[in-house]
C-alpha cells in the first residue's frame, strides 16, 4: 500500500524510528523490540525506518525492520535512502530488495553530509534521488522539507524553488524536519502554496528528551529555538524526568495547535522512546 493514500482520511499520524545498529547488545535488542510493540500497539498509519545519521550506512538493518513490521504488525513501513550513500547501481539493487520484500513507500534524502563534506555517492541532491526512484520503479517517494528554511539554501525563495524541483520530480508527500514554532510552519505552508506545491504535508514533530541532543540537532538543521522553549530547557537542564514531561507538554502543545489548523498530518520524531510517544498519542487521541 502506498501511504499517500492514508490522507484520504485527514489527519495522519505516523512514527519515525531509529533500527539497532548492528553491533547491539541482546539487552538493546530487547529494549527496542519492545518499544517497537509499544509503538505498535498505537496503530499510527505507518512507521518510517532511518537508514543512518551522519552518512552512515545500514541499508540491511533498514531493509530487514520494514520486512519485519509489515509481516509482524501488518503496518506499513518506509525505508529512508540518502543519496549520499548510493551509486546508480546500488540504489537500483536496493530498491529490488524493497520490492521483493513488498516495502512501497521510501523517504528520499539527500543524506547528512560527512564530516569531511566529500559526497561519494551518485546523488548530489534529492531531487537526484527521486528521479532515479520513478525510473526504476512504481513505489510512493516521500521528501524531506524544511519550515526554518534548509540550512545550505542562500533564503526561503530558494529553498522553496529546490523543493518544487523535488516535488516536480516525482514526490507524492512531504514530511518536514522538526520545528518549535508552529508560526514557521504556517509561513512556510504559504509559500508552498505560491509555488503551486499541493501534496500532503505532514509537519514533523520531535519531543525534547535532552537539551544537548535537542540543540545539536537544531544547530545542524538551522531549526529556531523560540525563547519559550530555551527558557523551558534552561529550568529543566539539571532534571531529566522534568525535562521529559516538560518536553512532553510543549509538544502536546504544538500537535493541538497543529491539528486544530487543519494540518494534514504528524509524523513523530519518537528516539525509540515509547513512554513519551504513548503519552503524546493519549493526549491527542480525541483529535485524530
Known amino acids: 500500500m502506498k501511504v499517500v493514500d492514508c490522507f484520504e482520511e485527514r489527519p495522519v499520524l505516523s512514527f519515525e524510528i531509529f533500527p539497532p545498529r548492528a553491533n547491539a547488545s541482546e539487552k538493546a535488542l530487547d529494549?527496542?523490540?519492545?518499544?517497537?510493540?509499544?509503538?505498535?500497539?498505537?496503530?499510527?498509519?505507518?512507521?518510517?525506518?532511518?537508514?543512518?545519521?551522519?552518512?552512515?550506512?545500514?541499508?540491511?538493518g533498514t531493509l530487514d525492520l520494514c520486512r519485519y513490521i509489515k509481516e509482524k504488525y501488518d503496518i506499513e513501513a518506509v525505508?529512508?535512502?540518502?543519496?549520499?550513500?548510493?551509486?546508480?547501481?546500488?540504489?537500483?539493487?536496493?530498491?529490488?530488495?524493497?520490492?521483493?520484500?513488498?516495502?512501497?513507500?521510501?523517504?528520499?534524502?539527500?543524506?547528512d553530509l560527512p564530516k569531511d563534506g566529500v559526497i561519494k555517492g551518485d546523488f548530489k541532491y534529492a531531487s537526484d534521488l527521486v528521479t532515479e526512484i520513478k525510473q526504476l520503479g512504481d513505489f510512493n517517494i516521500i521528501g524531506a522539507c524544511y519550515p526554518d528554511v534548509h540550512p545550505e539554501a542562500k533564503d526561503?525563495?530558494?529553498?522553496?524553488?529546490?523543493?518544487?524541483?523535488?516535488?516536480?520530480?516525482?514526490?507524492?508527500?512531504?514530511?518536514?524536519?522538526?520545528?518549535?514554532?508552529?508560526?514557521?510552519?504556517?509561513?512556510?505552508?504559504?509559500?508552498?502554496?505560491?509555488?503551486?506545491?499541493?501534496?500532503?504535508?505532514?509537519?514533523?514533530?520531535?519531543?525534547?528528551?535532552?537539551?544537548?541532543?535537542?540543540?545539536?540537532?537544531?544547530?545542524?538543521?538551522?531549526?529556531?529555538?523560540?525563547?519559550?522553549?530555551?527558557?523551558?530547557?534552561?529550568?529543566?537542564?539539571?532534571?531529566?524526568?522534568?525535562?521529559?514531561?516538560?518536553?512532553?507538554?510543549?509538544?502536546?502543545?504544538?500537535?493541538?495547535?497543529?491539528?486544530?489548523?487543519g494540518v494534514d498530518g504528524v509524523h513523530l520524531y519518537t528516539m525509540d522512546n515509547p513512554v513519551v510517544t504513548q503519552r503524546i498519542c493519549s493526549a491527542i487521541e480525541t483529535l485524530i
Open 156 to 261: 526561503s525563495l530558494t529553498d522553496i524553488q529546490n523543493l518544487k524541483i523535488k516535488v516536480d520530480a516525482g514526490v507524492s508527500q512531504l514530511i518536514t524536519q522538526l520545528f518549535f514554532e508552529n508560526e514557521h510552519f504556517y509561513q512556510f505552508l504559504d509559500r508552498c502554496d505560491l509555488a503551486n506545491i499541493k501534496i500532503p504535508i505532514q509537519a514533523g514533530i520531535m519531543p525534547v528528551i535532552n537539551e544537548r541532543q535537542i540543540k545539536r540537532m537544531a544547530t545542524m538543521n538551522g531549526v529556531g529555538l523560540p525563547q519559550k522553549f530555551l527558557k523551558m530547557m534552561a529550568h529543566y537542564q539539571d532534571n531529566p524526568v522534568a525535562m521529559r514531561d516538560a518536553g512532553t507538554a510543549y509538544a502536546v502543545d504544538q500537535i493541538v495547535d497543529l491539528l486544530s489548523e
Open 31 to 60: 529494549r527496542f523490540y519492545n518499544c517497537l510493540e509499544t509503538l505498535a500497539k498505537l496503530q499510527p498509519a505507518y512507521i518510517s525506518v532511518t537508514y543512518g545519521a551522519g552518512g552512515g550506512d545500514n541499508k540491511s
Open 79 to 111: 525505508a529512508h535512502i540518502p543519496g549520499i550513500n548510493f551509486t546508480h547501481e546500488s540504489v537500483k539493487q536496493y530498491l529490488d530488495q524493497l520490492q521483493a520484500a513488498h516495502v512501497d513507500n521510501i523517504l528520499a534524502l539527500r543524506g
